[in-house]
Each structure stands twice: as structure tokens, then as C-alpha cells.
């Protein structure tokens, strides 16, 4: 077994001083991977010339690259006009909607309840819902809408020669200018808001104006959104017991306090996401799935991860690799007295957690029981519409931007998800705080959601370019401590969790594991997206999921015939999580004390420790 060497040559030695400067390196790692990222403290003055005009131009932009887009365009618009078929075609389509829609235009004036409809919205499309909009003249206004939709989606897909992302962009670019024009947003053509405004007298208005004020205040001085005030991390966030066992400058490890008086020898080693902050998996007492593993007999350690400034622009994924990952598992055997780990990470801690676990068995570390990955890829070549923002122009411009800086700030992330889902993120919110002048309370996810996290220059860089742009992991060009792994070495079995109507990591992209693997793979799939179907704790109401395990041996199912042969199971996951682990650990045991003072992992403060406060 392989004993990992701190990034700093002692892990235990910066415990006590979290600003230990990370770039520095006396003892290298053997996971520490040798970066080809140029060093931006040496540029010329004419790089810094072109990286400053880009990065203002990308304030400008959201951070989007003007010239991207116009490439995709001219790609688009010239392969369709050199395409006379696909013209007439268009002209066609154009043609048989307006007659379709003239005939259904004719019909509902008199008799609108029994008039069938020329387009149904996409089942996503909640904007048409309320039965307002079934009478004349609104049926009439959101079925041009609609029939207007489709003929653009027509217009950007399916013309021969297009490269698919540059196809993807198109269809995106125009769905967004589409939906700024949806009759939903408008007061004279939104049923709902004009009834609204005649019963109340325009107060409806007065408070949306009140509500949009309030919000380019709070905008404008950083403030989180309305509610927030209501969450407090550590008072009904977070507050799952324990302490603080090991710090560095980029992590803190929570070890959490046993619940029953017999545990399982084997630990769980927890890894989130650093894109936001730790505690989604711990969120209030009865949606934690913390609680759940301590209440199920489960010794629980945790990463909370720093969030990043200016300082960090420098730490990359050899440190979040080094520092999050094997620093961490080295605490956990220690206090654990070298019991074997149960690993579970999250999203992109996922996503670090298999590139751990990839080299870890390329160098025969065996500390690793299981693996279980949540929402986490490994291979990016369905990554979604994450994907229209990954391309060398797009990449260079985030570059430059974050390169002003330091790091992406909290707001340009949230702007490129928001965008991702404008109908329910943007719009809806709109129409309901602006145009109704309504406020909905927010629950601990949604409180969760908007407590975001920065990203380290040189960081979100190699992530994006190794892993999204050239799908290094996959296809066995990720190198650590300058050599090259492979997912298919980990010989641990793997629990995969994949959600239904997940935007961030499609359930697709998470099964792709299964092509790449060489040993037991249990996948899930849960209803939910990203964040609300992981927390997904026994008792939420409407939930299900399908779950099945391919040996190593067995035949490749594709993902569409597993989901149409696979049963759908009523409830919660989290219990066929524990089952699963379970069947995978030893007899309960004593628990083990908090730390190891004499290893060096004396508890530091009480959980949930000082940087989940970092704003």
C-alpha cells in the first residue's frame, strides 16, 4: 500500500495555519500532475494587452465570446444558403403552420374548449399551464408562440454540413432570444397577470416594482436573495455534530459524532463539490443525509472546501487532488487505524474522487473499500448544455476573465446555469416576483443554492480544458504525478447515481462510467434533478427510482433499453445506498474516537468548522 506524501511534505504540518501558501511545494506529491498551463506571472506586455481587451469585452458579454457565437452563426447561415432543399423545406413548414394556425384561430373564437390545439408545449414547459390560457384571444396568442418555437427549431436543426455544437449554439442562442419575446412575460398577453392586475388594481405592479428595487439593491451590494436570512448555517444548516479533525489551506475534515453505540469499521469519506459549499449533503435535521448514515450505523467524515480569493488563482487540480482528496484519506486511515474507505463523492467531487481512485489502484494504495459516485462524470462527451460553453474561443475569454481577477466569481457561474434553465430561473421568477408581485419562501435547498463558491484560475482552467474540451480522463490522457491513469484500473465496486431531469451532469453522461469500468457497477436513477433528486431523503413525497447492478463480466446495456428494462421502485434511494454498503462492510464495532491526537488529527473546533463561512 502506498503512503501518500502531503503536498507539503507533512500533512499534519498545516493544521494550525491555513494560509500555508500553496504554490509551494519542498516534497512533490506522486498524485501531484505536472501542469503545461503557462504561468500567468510572466506574460508579455502585448499578452497582457489581448488578455485585458478580452476580459473587458467579457464583462460586457457575461462572459460569453462574441466570436464564438458569430462562428457558430456564420456556420449555421451559410451551410443553409447553400441548401435549397432545406430552404423549401423551411418554407413548407412555414406554410402548413400558418394554414394549421389560421384554421385553429377560426375554430376557438367560438368554440374554444372543444377546439383541439395545433402544438402541446414540451413537458419541461410549464409557462402555459393555467387554464386561462385555453380562452380566445390567449389560446390563440401561445399556440402562434409555440408553432413560431418549433419552426425555429426546425430553422437551426438538421442542415447538413453544421458541426453539432455549433448547431447546439444556434438552437440555444435563438430558444433564449425566443423566450424573451414568450406572451408569458408580458402583462396585456399573460391571462394570469392581467386578471391579477384588474383585481387588485395595479397593486400587483407596485409590489413587483418594490420587489425588483429590492433586488438590484441586494444585486448591487452582494446581498443574497431575499429569505436567505431565514438559514443560518449552524443554527438550521449544518448541524449535524462533530469536529474539525485536519485542516490545510484548502480543506477542513469533518469528522462527525456517532449516533449509535456500534458503528461499521469501514468509514465514509465524503467529497462535494467545490462549485458550492459542502453542506448540501447536510443540509436540516430530516434531510440530511449525514444524519442518515450516522443514524444507519456509519462513522462520517466530510470535506468542507475552502472558498477561493484572488490568492488562490495559482491552486489547480494537482492541489485539489493532493490537498481534498489523498491528505483527507490519509487522516481517515489514520484515525480509523487503517481501515479500509467507503468513498463517496459528489458532482465535481466525484469527478476528482474517480481520478483519485484511478491512481490510487494504478499504484497498488488499496485503502479504498467502495466508490460511490453521485451525479459525477467521468467521461464528457454528453455533458450537456454545459457543453455550448466549451469550445478554444469560449475557453479563452473565460480565461481572460478570470485571469482579471483571479478566480470566477459566484455571479458569472450562477448567470451560465441560470441560463441553462431560463423558463424556471429567470423568467418564471419575473413573472411571479414582478409581474404578480409575489415573493415564495425559500427552503434550506433553495438557501443552499444560493450560498456559491469561487473558483481558482488555474483550476477551473485545467478542469475545463482537460476533462470538458478533451475528454483527457476518458480516454486515458489525464496524467498524475506524470503519468497516465485509467478509470478502468479501479477494481472497487461502484454505486452510480444518475438523476432523471439533471441539467448539470445527464443521467446519459454519468452512465458512460459503465463503458469504461472493469469492475462491479451498481447505476441508479432517480427522479429529480441535480441537487433535489440527491437529496432525496425517505419520505419525500413522489419519489422513485430504478436500480440495477452489472457485474464485471456481464454484456453493455445501453442506457435507454436499462431504463425501459429496469423496475421503478416507489421512494427513496438513500436506503438502497445503505443496503448496498451494508453488504460491503464488517460487523459493527466500537466507534472510534474523534481524531487521533497522538497522529497529529487533534479536533480543531466543532463542526461545521470555519470555512463553510468564507463568503
Not at 488578455?51 to 462572459?63: D, N, P, S, V
Not at 451525479?375 to 469560449?394: P, W
Not at 504525478?481 to 445527464?506: C, K, L, Q, W
Request: proline share 5%; hydrophobic share 40%; net charge negative.
Amino acid at each position: 500500500m502506498t503512503n501518500i506524501t502531503s503536498l507539503h511534505g507533512n500533512a499534519k504540518s498545516s493544521e494550525n495555519d491555513p494560509k500555508l501558501p500553496t504554490h509551494i511545494h519542498p516534497v512533490p506529491s506522486p498524485y501531484v500532475q505536472a501542469s503545461d498551463h503557462v504561468s500567468q506571472t510572466h506574460i508579455s506586455m502585448e499578452q497582457a494587452l489581448d488578455k485585458g481587451l478580452r476580459a473587458a469585452q467579457a464583462r460586457f458579454t457575461g462572459g460569453l465570446s462574441p466570436i464564438a457565437l458569430a462562428a457558430a452563426y456564420a456556420d449555421w447561415a451559410l451551410h443553409l444558403s447553400s441548401a435549397p432543399g432545406k430552404q423549401l423545406e423551411l418554407v413548407e413548414k412555414a406554410f402548413k403552420k400558418s394554414s394549421r394556425f389560421a384554421n385553429y384561430a377560426a375554430l376557438c373564437a367560438s368554440h374554444p374548449e372543444t377546439t383541439e390545439t395545433c402544438i402541446e408545449p414540451l413537458p419541461q414547459d410549464r409557462r402555459f399551464k393555467n387554464e386561462q390560457w385555453r380562452k380566445w384571444p390567449f389560446n390563440a396568442i401561445y399556440q402562434s408562440f409555440l408553432l413560431n418555437q418549433q419552426w425555429w427549431h426546425n430553422a437551426t436543426t438538421g442542415v447538413e454540413g453544421v458541426t453539432s455544437q455549433h448547431e447546439n449554439v444556434v438552437t440555444f442562442a435563438v430558444r433564449q432570444i425566443l423566450d424573451v419575446f414568450s406572451p408569458s412575460n408580458f402583462i396585456l398577453t399573460n391571462p394570469e397577470v392581467l386578471t391579477k392586475t384588474v383585481d387588485q388594481g395595479g397593486m400587483n405592479l407596485v409590489r413587483g416594482w418594490q420587489n425588483f428595487i429590492e433586488d438590484a439593491s441586494r444585486a448591487n451590494t452582494g446581498k443574497k436573495q431575499p429569505g436567505t436570512e431565514e438559514f443560518q448555517v449552524g443554527r438550521n444548516l449544518a448541524t449535524s455534530p462533530g469536529k474539525v479533525v485536519f485542516r490545510n489551506h484548502l480543506i477542513e475534515l469533518i469528522q462527525y459524532a456517532p449516533t449509535t453505540d456500534k458503528v461499521r469499521p469501514e468509514p465514509i469519506l465524503i467529497v462535494p463539490a467545490w462549485i458550492m459549499k459542502y453542506y448540501i449533503l447536510d443540509l436540516g435535521t430530516k434531510n440530511s443525509l449525514v444524519r442518515y448514515l450516522t443514524g444507519q450505523g456509519f462513522t462520517v467524515f466530510m470535506v468542507s472546501w475552502k472558498n477561493p480569493d484572488a490568492e488562490d488563482r495559482d491552486l489547480g487540480m494537482d492541489d485539489y487532488l493532493s490537498m481534498g482528496i489523498m491528505e483527507t484519506i490519509d487522516a481517515v486511515d489514520a484515525i480509523t487505524k487503517g481501515q479500509k474507505i467507503h468513498a463517496l463523492g459528489y458532482c465535481l467531487g466525484g469527478t476528482l474522487l474517480s481520478i483519485a481512485a484511478s491512481a490510487m489502484a494504478r499504484d497498488g494504495d488499496t485503502r479504498l473499500k467502495s466508490l460511490t459516485l453521485l451525479a459525477a462524470q467521468v467521461d464528457f462527451t454528453e455533458a450537456g448544455e454545459l457543453t455550448l460553453f466549451i469550445n478554444e474561443s469560449q475557453l479563452t475569454y473565460l480565461e481572460d476573465m478570470m485571469w482579471e481577477k483571479g478566480y470566477l466569481d459566484t455571479t458569472q457561474m450562477a448567470g451560465a446555469f441560470q441560463l441553462l434553465r431560463s423558463n424556471d430561473l429567470i423568467w418564471s421568477r419575473v413573472i411571479h416576483d414582478y409581474l404578480m408581485g409575489e415573493r415564495s419562501g425559500l427552503n434550506d435547498l433553495m438557501a443552499w443554492n444560493a450560498d456559491a463558491t469561487r473558483m481558482p484560475y488555474r483550476m477551473h482552467s485545467e478542469y475545463l480544458r482537460s476533462l470538458f474540451l478533451k475528454n483527457d480522463l476518458a480516454e486515458g490522457r489525464y496524467r498524475v504525478g506524470g503519468r497516465p491513469i485509467a478509470v478502468s484500473d479501479i477494481r472497487a465496486p461502484v454505486f452510480m447515481v444518475g438523476t432523471e431531469r439533471d441539467h448539470v451532469a445527464p443521467w446519459h453522461s454519468v452512465y458512460k462510467f459503465n463503458l469504461l469500468s472493469d469492475t462491479d457497477v451498481t447505476f441508479l436513477l432517480t427522479s429529480g434533478g441535480h441537487n433535489a433528486g440527491i437529496v432525496s431523503e425517505p419520505g419525500h413525497p413522489r419519489r422513485h427510482f430504478r436500480m440495477h447492478t452489472k457485474t464485471k463480466d456481464a454484456s453493455y446495456v445501453d442506457p435507454d433499453r436499462w431504463m425501459a428494462e429496469t423496475e421503478v421502485v416507489d421512494g427513496s434511494w438513500w436506503p438502497a445506498l445503505v443496503d448496498w454498503l451494508t453488504e460491503r462492510s464488517g460487523e459493527p464495532v466500537k466507534p472510534p474516537l474523534m481524531g487521533a491526537k497522538t497522529k497529529g488529527y487533534a479536533p480543531l473546533c466543532d463542526a461545521p468548522g470555519t470555512y463553510v463561512f468564507q463568503e
